[in-house]
């Protein structure tokens, strides 16, 4: 027999039956496409470099904030130009914040690939994020994907979402 909760016997919770739904939505909606329930051949792998001021893509996966690095937008010769650029990287990689994060990020997102594959993901997406997406959120998404590269599981693509808006 069905019961029926009022609302205000829910006092803000979430009904244990519609999270169970929503847990089996996402594992069902995030399958490969194409695959017909077996598990995709890869995991499509979407690196995202976004600028904050831009607004935070609504479908990130996992989030990394990368506004504690220097910013070299405050520098006159590397403004113009996006964190491929060698000057823009090397300003970048003298930040001393920069070698300890990576250390903790490469082997966090190995950890966490695997559990999202193992759930039958089709595609996950990181998204990593500055102030204006120019300089460090694409060096850092550019160091990411080369990274992620090297696992042939992962299929990355590197996306620079607003690198060329400012």
């Known amino acids: 027999m069905q019961r029926w909760i009022a609302l205000e016997e829910l006092d803000g919770k979430i009904p244990p ?13 995030n399958k490969g496409v194409g695959t017909l329930g077996r598990k995709p051949l890869h ?20 989030l990394f904030d990368v506004r504690f690095l220097r910013n070299p937008n405050y ?32 082997p966090f997102v190995d950890f966490l690939l695997p559990q999202y594959e193992r759930m039958e993901r ?6 990593l994020g500055c102030t204006g997406g120019r ?8 160091r990411l ?3 992620l590269r090297r ?8 996306v620079t979402r607003d690198a060329e808006l400012a």
Do not use: C
Not at 151 to 158: C, S, Y
């Open 122 to 127: 089709g595609r996950v997406t990181i998204g």
């Open 75 to 106: 520098d006159a010769e590397l403004q113009p130009h996006t964190g491929d650029d060698p000057d823009v990287a090397a300003f970048i990689e003298r930040d001393p914040a920069l070698a300890p994060f990576l250390s903790h990020l490469f």
């Open 43 to 62: 995991v499509n792998v979407s690196v995202l470099a976004f600028g904050f001021k831009y607004g935070i893509p609504l479908d990130l996966d996992l």
């Open 151 to 158: 696992d042939a599981r992962w299929k990355v693509e590197r």
């Open 135 to 142: 300089h460090r959120s694409v060096y850092v998404a550019r």
């Open 17 to 29: 039956v519609a999270e169970e739904l929503v847990h089996q939505g996402s594992q069902l909606g």
């Open 145 to 147: 994907a080369a990274h």
